[in-house]
């Protein structure tokens, strides 16, 4: 079956650096890739939708200079946590969708830990 | 870890016949349940959730049932209408993670 691949699982980093997360359609194309951030018993928070040659679109109160998203092409999204703060520190996943009323694909997840 | 499976994949129904999708998960430990209904194009939303302390769950046309003893849950949708048609997907929570189903396509044919 289709498969959504995020990397990496988990990253620890430093305040003030950046991290970059990818999230990658295995065995089918991906012109839509959404990406969401999830907090402790909660569900998942959608940040932004990630559209294929296109800018991204961010939900209310997510900034997008500080969540830079790329979607170049029909396989790869990433998401870069620029200038990483303690409080970015949460679980970020990525989801897919193949086509037409295909099912939405999502990747593993990556935990981030800002210290 | 949990594993949650989601049956079926694809669900065609008449319009005003019922629709059930079914999932199982494999954590006891798992103790909420969210439903999500993506429409194409648009962000996943959920449309009904279900603690592990509760049995069923009624939101109008829409429940859910929980058997924590066999680890399933359903999400039921009676009398179906066309702007039912999207893509379903369960998830089970452990810990600090959700864990998905692969979705459902529901095609309600008027």
């Known amino acids: 079956g289709a498969v959504v691949s995020q990397h990496p699982s988990w990253v620890i980093c430093k305040s003030g650096t950046s991290v970059k997360i990818e999230c990658r359609s295995l065995d089918f194309q991906a012109t839509t890739m959404f990406w969401y951030r999830q907090f402790p018993k909660q569900s998942l928070m959608l940040m932004a939708t990630s559209n294929e040659g296109s800018k991204a679109t961010y939900e209310q109160g997510v900034e997008k200079d500080k969540f830079l998203i790329n979607h170049a092409s029909l396989t790869l999204s990433t998401l870069t946590v620029t200038s990483a703060h303690p409080e970015d520190s949460s679980f970020y996943i990525c989801?897919?969708?193949?086509?037409?009323?295909?099912?939405?694909?999502f990747g593993n997840g990556t935990r981030l830990t800002v210290t | 870890g949990e594993n949650v499976e989601q049956h079926p994949s694809t669900l065609s129904v008449q319009e005003g016949d019922s629709a059930v999708i079914k999932c199982t998960y494999s954590d006891s430990a798992s103790n909420y349940f969210p439903w999500y209904k993506q429409e194409l194009g648009k962000r996943p939303q959920l449309i009904i959730d279900i603690r592990s302390n509760v049995g069923e769950k009624k939101d109008q046309r829409i429940a859910v049932t929980l058997n924590k003893t066999a680890k399933h849950f359903s999400l039921h949708i009676t009398e179906t209408q066309p702007e039912d048609s999207a893509v379903y997907f369960c998830a089970a929570n452990f810990g600090n993670q959700f864990y998905f189903g692969t979705g459902t396509s529901l095609t309600v044919i008027p």
């Open positions: 989801s897919a969708a193949g086509g037409n009323n295909s099912p939405l694909h």
